[in-house]
């Protein structure tokens, strides 16, 4: 059994719209009152009220407060936990000797929703083509949400949770399914081998010298981001049209992610579903993407260019493409190879004779002054990566001299896997 998350988009009319409004209200309530008592109780007489002392209380609160009946009390219970476990990373951090900010109380504007933690309470129906409906509650009073979308998995698929979300006025459902690992399977049409360089000026350039072009979400939307904000700035804080305003820059960074997302996820099931192995880089977003700052004492150099650099390396999504790369390969069965960047050198090596020729990342094409070898930079380390994905032992170390005749070797082996071999790996 494997898990998977996958989150609908609700369409609730205008009267689900303001139960599902009043029943986030009243969830905040609910925690913000759970914070409250365990505030009071600590200031009153330095006693730490826990989870299940205020788990105990809930039949209470709903023989005074009928509303609350509706909402289930699993999901009452989760919204409690959801307290708890921000109050246990506070004391984590506080004991780890950093200073955590207490936690807060919420605006029911800003409470993002709430969970289901089992299959009670609500149910998911598959309809027509493309969409479905979420029941919420039960009895008479259960509410149909009509949904878009629907998942991969068939009827083997069993719910396990439920998060309802409230995202810039829009809500969504997202649910955790169980699904038997046969139901994940994805079907391969090609069996291809491929070294992928993973970049910017291309998204990707592969060993056979195809590019993918970047797309490039964040940077095409900066004038219409920067207008937006030129605009609200001339608007007096908190008025109508500075919200308004606020609001078409959310929706427009929440378009940018979802464009980004779609990309990605459609690059990377063409990837898996056509190649029997991928070779790639190890990547490290976290190091590349470091400010240029500095310290006070120590300033760095070139700062607003590097961050410019970085909004692009964030923005071409690199992480996300490779986490969904490793879970889409394992469903299709696809051999995933991570060469070890600092061992390989993959940009610096020669994909000819495998020595290590270095240049500047200004450099665009690779021209090796010991064979000879001339090709498009990112191609030949793709290349490179596709070489090392063939011979198993990977590493450079772990191969130190005889490097032209495992070269030799390697070689032959990627030449003899043409784009529409059968091979199974
Ligand atoms: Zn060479």
């Not at 068939?154 to 998060?163: I, M, Q, V």
């Not at 464009?259 to 898996?272: G, I, K």
Request: aromatic letters at 6%.
């Amino acid at each position: 059994m494997d898990c998977r998350k996958v989150t609908f988009k609700l369409y609730p009319d205008a009267r689900e719209a303001e139960r599902l409004t009043a029943w986030v209200q009243l969830h905040c309530e609910l925690y913000n009152a759970a914070l409250q008592e365990r505030i009071g109780a600590y200031r009153k007489d330095g006693k730490s009220i826990s989870y299940y002392d205020q788990q105990n209380v809930l039949p209470e609160i709903k023989a005074a407060r009928p509303e609350f009946v509706e909402l289930g009390s699993h999901a009452l219970q989760q919204t409690l936990r959801r307290l708890d476990l921000a109050f246990q990373a506070f004391f984590r951090r506080v004991k780890a000797g950093q200073t955590p900010g207490f936690p807060r109380f919420k605006s029911s504007k800003r409470f993002s929703g709430f969970c289901y933690p089992d299959p009670a309470g609500w149910k998911l129906h598959q309809q027509g083509q493309r969409g479905g409906t979420l029941r919420l509650g039960s009895g008479k009073e259960a509410m149909a949400i009509r949904m878009r979308g629907q998942h991969r998995f068939g009827a083997e698929a069993k719910p396990n949770d439920l998060t309802i979300i409230r995202k810039n006025g829009a809500w969504f459902a997202s649910v955790t399914l169980r699904v038997p690992e046969t139901a994940c399977a994805r079907a391969r049409t090609d069996h291809q081998h491929r070294g992928v360089d993973f970049g910017l000026t291309d998204w990707a350039t592969f060993d056979n010298g195809e590019t993918i072009a970047n797309p490039r979400w964040t940077r095409n939307e900066l004038p219409r981001l920067a207008d937006l904000q030129r605009q609200r700035a001339k608007k007096k804080k908190g008025s109508v049209r500075y919200k308004r305003l606020s609001q078409r820059v959310t929706r427009l960074y929440e378009r940018i992610g979802n464009l980004r997302r779609e990309f990605l996820h459609q690059v990377t099931t063409r990837l898996v579903t056509t190649c029997a192995v991928i070779a790639t880089e190890e990547l490290q977003t976290k190091n590349m993407s470091r400010s240029a700052k500095g310290t006070l004492e120590k300033p760095g150099r070139m700062v607003r260019q590097k961050a410019g650099l970085n909004r692009e390396i964030l923005s071409a999504g690199l992480g996300m493409a490779h986490q969904m790369l490793a879970y889409k390969a394992v469903e299709a069965g696809t051999r995933l190879h991570r060469s070890n960047t600092r061992q390989l050198k993959p940009s610096q090596r020669c994909s000819g004779c495998w020595e290590i020729v270095p240049k500047t990342l200004a450099q665009r094409v690779h021209v090796c002054p010991h064979c000879g070898h001339t090709m498009q930079r990112d191609q030949n380390s793709a290349l490179v990566v596709l070489i090392d994905a063939h011979t198993p032992g990977t590493g450079v170390a772990a191969r130190p001299k005889p490097l032209a005749r495992q070269r030799a070797k390697s070689k032959s082996v990627t030449r003899e896997t043409p784009a529409t071999t059968t091979q199974e790996v």
